[in-house]
């Protein structure tokens, strides 16, 4: 009873945190921002993969696997990020933290289960700037995009699980954008300050099936329709007088305009496949793919920008030495590692003339430690990223970061008859 109300506190007090941004990646100023959620730490630790499902963890990015929840699970995750920006001349370093998620999942009998929480979906978090002798360019935006969900799984045969989420999306942003040119007088600020909302849904396929004594095989299917986001965007456009020492100083104001918009958000599919010996190892690969981004509230987007189709390669597992072992607690440790490849969708021209695909590339690893009693399943999760976005080439901007993620994932029975003789 005390871990309970210890973690119903903790999560009603990180929600809290979910206002904040994820990210500094000046690469979130396009479209609605940067897609910031990989899933719990044990799915970043494995190269984001979210095909592999087991009895006692949830998995936040198919709702299928909730068919195999057989323990009522509390999850929450944080995530520290440091980063190094560079281009042909200039570099520069940033750092962001925030809870990635919280998340409950309970178990129905031994075929079905459901899960509620929250989590991210898109963040922006940037200040670009230009000055030189004839034009003065700054821009910056915060904000984020949250996501509450209500996922069901059920197990339609001893191999197959189907399920479905519903989520709420909703979150503020605020983006800014001053410019002033030598000769004119003043200059011009607009500021967009956005509410979102709206409903999405995905639906999840999940199969697991001895093919021998040893071995398993796992393969999920997930797919996000297209949805609608409504934006209520309130507009704020300024001049000012520049100084000397770059500060903007207001002189005058127009009323704000109201205006509201539908945006898409694209559809999704992933399709996944592994291996491995239960509560030994695993291994597997995903494919994700999802539709073209380019949805902004802003009048200021960029030029020379092109949203595509994205696309998303991973692969990753785990290996335990021996999960009952009474002699060794590194033996009962999960350790996880993988890789991910992500076409981000953006292509950006940096010099006028040339352009290039925004990339992204991860490697991880992470450690999943047994805590509570020896014959459990809680554990603390930490995991460890490196990685980089985006290119130097045609005047654009390299990231390298490195990401620390921690995370809870704690177990208990609820609804058991007693019984006394």
């Given amino acids: 009873m005390i871990r309970s109300i210890v973690i119903a506190i903790a999560i009603l007090t990180s929600i809290n945190c979910f ?14 921002g940067q897609q910031t959620f990989k899933g719990t730490i044990e799915n970043r630790s494995m190269g984001s993969m979210l095909t592999y499902a087991d009895s006692v963890h949830i998995n936040l990015r198919n709702p299928a696997a909730y068919g195999n929840l057989r323990v009522t699970t509390y999850s929450l995750g944080a995530v520290h990020s ?3 920006a560079s281009t042909e001349s200039e570099s520069d370093s940033y750092s962001a933290t925030s809870i990635e998620y919280v998340s409950i999942g309970i178990p129905l009998g031994r075929k079905a289960a459901f899960g509620f929480g929250l989590v991210p979906f898109n963040s922006v978090g940037y200040e670009i700037g230009n000055v030189t002798e ?9 904000g984020s995009i949250n996501r509450a969900y209500l996922g069901f799984g ?6 197959l699980s189907i399920g479905g989420e519903f989520r709420y999306n909703f979150g503020e942003e605020t983006n800014s954008s001053s410019v002033a040119v030598a000769g004119v007088q003043f200059g011009t600020n607009e500021i967009n300050e956005t509410d979102f909302s709206g409903a999405s849904f995905n639906l999840g396929l999940h199969y697991q099936k001895m093919i021998n004594e040893k071995l398993e095989i796992q393969a999920s299917a997930v797919y996000s329709p297209e949805s609608d986001l409504n934006a209520k965007n309130e507009r704020t456009l300024s001049t000012f007088l520049l100084t ?6 207001i002189v005058s104001t127009r009323t704000p305009e109201l205006d509201e918009q539908d945006l898409k958000l694209p559809s999704e599919l992933t399709f996944g496949l592994t291996i491995g010996q239960p509560l030994k190892w695993n291994a597997g690969v995903e494919y994700s793919t999802r539709g073209s981004s ?4 802003r009048s200021f987007a960029p030029a020379g920008t092109t949203f595509k189709d994205a696309a998303s390669y991973r692969a990753g597992g785990f290996y335990i030495p021996n999960y009952n072992s009474v002699t060794s607690y590194w033996d009962r440790v999960v350790y996880r590692g993988g890789i991910r490849y992500e076409e981000l969708g953006l292509e950006i021209s ?12 991860g490697i991880s690893f992470g450690l999943g430690l047994p805590i509570g009693k020896r014959t459990g399943f809680s ?4 995991g460890f990223e490196i990685g980089q976005r985006g290119t130097e080439d045609f005047g654009l901007i390299r990231e390298r970061f490195f990401n620390v993620s921690i995370g809870l994932s704690l177990n208990d029975v609820w609804f058991i008859k007693r019984k006394y003789n």
Avoid: C
């Fill in 350 to 361: 940096g010099d006028g003339v040339n352009s290039s695909d925004i990339n992204e590339f």
């Fill in 154 to 159: 059920y197990k339609i045969t001893p191999e």
């Fill in 244 to 249: 000397t020492d770059l500060n903007e100083n």
């Fill in 134 to 142: 004839t034009l003065y360019s700054r821009f910056t935006g915060t």
């Fill in 379 to 382: 554990n603390a999760n930490i």
């Fill in 19 to 32: 206002a904040q941004s994820r990210t500094s990646s000046p690469y979130s100023f396009f479209g609605l």
């Fill in 82 to 84: 440091e980063t190094w």
């Fill in 294 to 297: 380019a949805i902004t509230s």
